[in-house]
């Protein structure tokens, strides 16, 4: 049985071969194993949506509520002598 995550995993996307292939992985940088071409994880467009779905991902507003300062004179420092 083919499984799709696993084929993405083992595959890397060739620009030149406008396909998802076989690669050789070398210390930086992977490369086709069809053409010897730079590999990309995605191909552009797979590249965007995954960038896409990580925002989406993010909680909206979920984070710290930011307080404004309050207008007028909101001053916690209290001088005193
Ligand atoms: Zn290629």
New binding site residues.
């Given amino acids: 049985m083919l499984d799709h995550s696993d084929y993405y995993s083992d595959h890397k996307y060739?620009h030149?071969?406008e396909a998802y292939?076989p690669y050789l992985m070398s210390l930086e940088h992977s490369y086709?194993a069809?053409?010897?071409?730079r590999?990309r994880l995605f191909s552009e467009s797979d590249w965007e949506a995954f960038h896409a779905a990580l925002k989406e991902r993010r909680p909206k507003g979920g984070g710290r509520p930011r307080k404004r300062p309050a207008k007028g004179g909101g001053d916690d420092l209290k001088s005193t002598g």
């Fill in positions: 060739c030149e071969c292939v086709c069809q053409c010897g071409s590999v």
